[in-house]
C-alpha cells in the first residue's frame, strides 16, 4: 500500500478516495446501535485506508472529514432532540478526530516508510481516540470502536486486559494489514481466510459467570422528584431480605440533609427495608446559590446513618450538573466494598478503575438517561457501562429514571434490565469480585503509550522532513 503522494492539486480528492472514505464511515455506523453489525468494523478501517493512498496531507484531511461525517451522524442523529442544528457542529468536530487521524497517518507513513502500516495506524488512532475521548474539552468518548464489541463476549473479553482502547487498538491492526495487502488478488486472499475466523470470535458465546457472594440488591425505577413513589415501590415486597436499595441520580433535586422531614423519611425507609440505602441528591452548601452544589450519591446503613457519598467526577457538557468532585474511593461495609459512581462517571475509564484499585468489589451507580433523550441515547449509553465492568472484572447495577436500570455481569452481559421508560424494580443478585485483571494492574496505559508513541514518532518526523529541507537548499 502506498502512501507516497499524487501529482494534482493537493486541495482536489480523487471521486475514488472519497468513495471509499464514505463507504468507511458508512461501514462504522453500522458497527453501532442501531445497526447492530461489529462484523463490518475492520473493513471499514481498510476503506478508510485505502482511501488515504496517495494522498496529500491537506487531502487525507478532505477524506477524514468525508468518513467522520457519516461515521457519527449516522449514529449520534438523536442528539439533534437535545441540541437542534448544534448537533451538526457536535458531529463535525468529532469528525475533525478523523481527519486528524488520516492527515496523521499519510504524513507519517511518508516520512517514516520503514513503520509498518499494521503497527502505525493502531498507535495514531488509539492515541487520538483517547485524546478526543479524555483530553480534549469536551471529553466525549461516545462510538469508541471498542464500544461496538461489547456484545462479542470472546473479543469484548480482551477490554479485560488492555481496556477498550485495546479493543480500538486490535480492530485498527485487523483493518491495517487487511489495507496493506499489496495487490488486489492478496487482499481477496486475506479476505476469505479473515472473514470466517473474525465472524467466530464475535458470535461465539461466552458463559455468564455464577455470582460470588451475591447480594439482594434492588434497583428502582423513576423519575424525580416523585420521591412517594419511589419510596412505594421500594417497600414492595421482596423474595428474599434486601442487601441494598438503589434509586436514580437526581431522585431528590435538592440537599436532602437540609430537609429535616425528608432526611427523616429517608432514613426511615433504610431501618424498615433493614438493608442499605443508596440514593442520588444535591449537597448544597447555600440554599439561596442553585448553582453551586456538587451531584451526590449518598448511602445510609440500614440503622439510617449516613457511612459514605460519592460526589459525580464527571458532569455533564451543556446542563447544570454542579461541581465536578475529584475522589473516587470505595465504601467500606460489612458487604463488602462498594464501588459508587454517578451517571456520567462511567462514559469514562478513570472512575471505575480508581474504584476497583481501591478495593471496590461491585458497582453501585445512580443513573439518569431521562426519556425525552430517546431510546437509542440509552441503548448506546449502555455500551459503555457494560466496556466499565469487562474492565474492571466487576458486577454493575444501575438504577435509571427512564429505562436504563439493569444489571451487567464482569462478562458485560446485561442479565436483567426493565425494558420499558415506566416507574418499576428489580431485584436482581450482584456478585462481589476481589480478583484485578490484567487492565487494573497496568494495561489501562496503553492509551498513554501511545500518545507518547505518537509523539516520538511526530517528533521523529519533523526532524526527518527538516534534515531533508535543508539538504535540498544546499543542493
Same mark, same amino acid.
Given at each position: 500500500?502506498?502512501?507516497?503522494?499524487?501529482?494534482?492539486?493537493?486541495?482536489?480528492?480523487?471521486?475514488? #478516495? =472519497?468513495?471509499?472514505?464514505?463507504?468507511?464511515? @458508512?461501514?462504522?455506523? =453500522?458497527?453501532?446501535?442501531?445497526?447492530?453489525?461489529?462484523?463490518?468494523?475492520?473493513?471499514?478501517?481498510? *476503506?478508510?485506508?485505502?482511501?488515504?493512498?496517495?494522498?496529500?496531507?491537506?487531502?487525507?484531511?478532505?477524506?477524514?472529514?468525508?468518513?467522520?461525517?457519516?461515521?457519527?451522524?449516522?449514529?449520534?442523529?438523536?442528539?439533534?432532540?437535545?441540541?437542534?442544528?448544534?448537533?451538526?457542529?457536535?458531529?463535525?468536530?468529532?469528525?475533525?478526530?478523523?481527519?486528524?487521524?488520516?492527515?496523521?497517518?499519510?504524513?507519517?507513513?511518508?516520512?517514516?516508510?520503514?513503520?509498518?502500516?499494521?503497527?502505525?495506524?493502531?498507535v495514531v488512532w488509539t492515541a487520538v481516540e483517547w485524546y478526543r475521548s479524555e483530553v480534549f474539552v469536551l471529553k466525549?468518548?461516545?462510538?469508541?470502536?471498542?464500544?461496538?464489541?461489547?456484545?462479542?463476549?470472546?473479543?469484548?473479553?480482551?477490554?479485560?486486559?488492555?481496556?477498550?482502547?485495546?479493543?480500538?487498538?486490535?480492530?485498527?491492526?485487523?483493518?491495517?494489514?487487511?489495507?496493506?495487502?499489496?495487490?488486489?488478488?492478496?487482499?481477496?486472499?486475506?479476505?476469505?481466510?479473515f472473514l470466517p475466523v473474525w465472524a467466530l470470535s464475535l458470535y461465539m458465546p461466552r458463559p455468564i459467570p455464577t455470582?460470588?457472594?451475591? =447480594? #439482594?440488591?434492588?434497583?428502582?425505577?423513576?423519575?424525580?422528584?416523585?420521591? /412517594?413513589?419511589?419510596?412505594?415501590?421500594?417497600?414492595?415486597?421482596?423474595?428474599?431480605?434486601?442487601?441494598?436499595?438503589?434509586?436514580?441520580?437526581?431522585?431528590?433535586?435538592?440537599?436532602?440533609?437540609?430537609?429535616?422531614?425528608?432526611?427523616?423519611?429517608?432514613?426511615?425507609?433504610?431501618?424498615?427495608?433493614?438493608?442499605?440505602? *443508596?440514593?442520588?441528591?444535591?449537597?448544597?452548601?447555600?440554599?439561596?446559590?442553585?448553582?453551586?452544589?456538587?451531584?451526590?450519591?449518598?448511602? *445510609?446503613?440500614?440503622?439510617?446513618?449516613?457511612?459514605?457519598?460519592?460526589?459525580?467526577?464527571?458532569?455533564?457538557?451543556?446542563?447544570?450538573?454542579?461541581?465536578?468532585?475529584?475522589?473516587?474511593?470505595?465504601?467500606?461495609?460489612?458487604?463488602?466494598?462498594?464501588?459508587?459512581?454517578?451517571?456520567?462517571?462511567?462514559?469514562?475509564?478513570?472512575?471505575?478503575?480508581? =474504584?476497583?484499585?481501591?478495593?471496590?468489589?461491585?458497582?453501585?451507580?445512580? #443513573?439518569?438517561?431521562?426519556?425525552?433523550?430517546?431510546?437509542?441515547?440509552?441503548?448506546?449509553?449502555?455500551?459503555?457501562?457494560?466496556?466499565?465492568?469487562?474492565? $474492571?472484572?466487576?458486577? *454493575?447495577?444501575?438504577? /435509571?429514571?427512564?429505562?436504563?436500570?439493569? @444489571?451487567?455481569?464482569?462478562?458485560?452481559?446485561?442479565?436483567?434490565?426493565?425494558?420499558?421508560?415506566?416507574?418499576?424494580?428489580?431485584?436482581?443478585?450482584?456478585?462481589?469480585?476481589?480478583?484485578?485483571?490484567?487492565?487494573?494492574?497496568?494495561?489501562?496505559?496503553?492509551?498513554?503509550? $501511545?500518545? @507518547?508513541?505518537?509523539?516520538?514518532?511526530?517528533? @521523529?518526523?519533523?526532524?526527518?522532513?527538516?534534515?531533508?529541507?535543508?539538504?535540498?537548499?544546499?543542493?
Open positions: 500500500m502506498r502512501f507516497d503522494g499524487i501529482r494534482t492539486s493537493s486541495f482536489y480528492t480523487p471521486a475514488k #478516495n =472519497l468513495g471509499l472514505a464514505l463507504n468507511a464511515g @458508512l461501514l462504522f455506523a =453500522l458497527s453501532f446501535p442501531p445497526y447492530r453489525l461489529p462484523i463490518c468494523l475492520p473493513f471499514a478501517v481498510a *476503506l478508510l485506508l485505502r482511501g488515504l493512498n496517495g494522498l496529500s496531507v491537506r487531502q487525507g484531511v478532505m477524506v477524514g472529514i468525508a468518513c467522520g461525517c457519516v461515521y457519527f451522524g449516522g449514529t449520534l442523529f438523536w442528539l439533534a432532540s437535545l441540541f437542534g442544528a448544534g448537533a451538526i457542529s457536535l458531529c463535525l468536530i468529532l469528525a475533525a478526530f478523523v481527519a486528524l487521524f488520516s492527515a496523521l497517518t499519510v504524513w507519517l507513513k511518508r516520512t517514516l516508510p520503514e513503520i509498518p502500516l499494521w503497527i502505525l495506524a493502531p466525549f468518548g461516545w462510538m469508541g470502536l471498542g464500544y461496538a464489541l461489547v456484545h462479542a463476549p470472546r473479543l469484548a473479553y480482551g477490554a479485560s486486559l488492555l481496556g477498550c482502547y485495546g479493543l480500538s487498538f486490535g480492530v485498527m491492526m485487523a483493518g491495517a494489514w487487511l489495507a496493506s495487502a499489496p495487490n488486489s488478488l492478496n487482499l481477496r486472499q486475506r479476505v476469505a481466510w455470582p460470588q457472594r451475591p =447480594l #439482594n440488591v434492588r434497583l428502582v425505577q423513576g423519575m424525580p422528584p416523585f420521591t /412517594d413513589d419511589l419510596i412505594a415501590l421500594s417497600r414492595s415486597k421482596s423474595a428474599a431480605p434486601l442487601d441494598i436499595i438503589v434509586w436514580p441520580e437526581y431522585s431528590l433535586m435538592e440537599d436532602p440533609i437540609r430537609n429535616t422531614e425528608l432526611w427523616g423519611q429517608l432514613q426511615s425507609l433504610a431501618k424498615e427495608s433493614r438493608s442499605y440505602f *443508596l440514593f442520588g441528591g444535591k449537597d448544597q452548601p447555600n440554599a439561596e446559590d442553585e448553582k453551586r452544589f456538587w451531584n451526590t450519591a449518598y448511602l *445510609l446503613d440500614p440503622t439510617g446513618r449516613l457511612i459514605g457519598r460519592h460526589v459525580k467526577n464527571h458532569i455533564v457538557h451543556f446542563i447544570q450538573d454542579g461541581i465536578a468532585g475529584t475522589e473516587a474511593r470505595s465504601i467500606p461495609t460489612p458487604l463488602g466494598r462498594l464501588g459508587v459512581a454517578i451517571c456520567f462517571d462511567m462514559d469514562y475509564p478513570d472512575v471505575a478503575r480508581r =474504584l476497583t484499585q481501591d478495593g471496590a468489589e461491585v458497582f453501585l451507580v445512580p #443513573n439518569m438517561d431521562p426519556e425525552e433523550w430517546s431510546a437509542l441515547q440509552r441503548v448506546q449509553h449502555r455500551l459503555m457501562f457494560q466496556m466499565r465492568a469487562i474492565e $474492571c472484572g466487576r458486577w *454493575l447495577a444501575r438504577s /435509571d429514571v427512564a429505562g436504563g436500570t439493569s @444489571l451487567v455481569a464482569p462478562t458485560g452481559r446485561e442479565v436483567a434490565r426493565i425494558k420499558s421508560a415506566a416507574s418499576g424494580y428489580i431485584d436482581v443478585r450482584a456478585g462481589r469480585e476481589s480478583g484485578r485483571t490484567l487492565y487494573i494492574r497496568g494495561g489501562w496505559l496503553l492509551p498513554y503509550l $501511545c500518545a @507518547l508513541a505518537l509523539g516520538l514518532m511526530s517528533g @521523529l518526523g519533523i526532524r526527518r522532513s527538516v534534515l531533508r529541507g535543508w539538504a535540498l537548499r544546499k543542493a
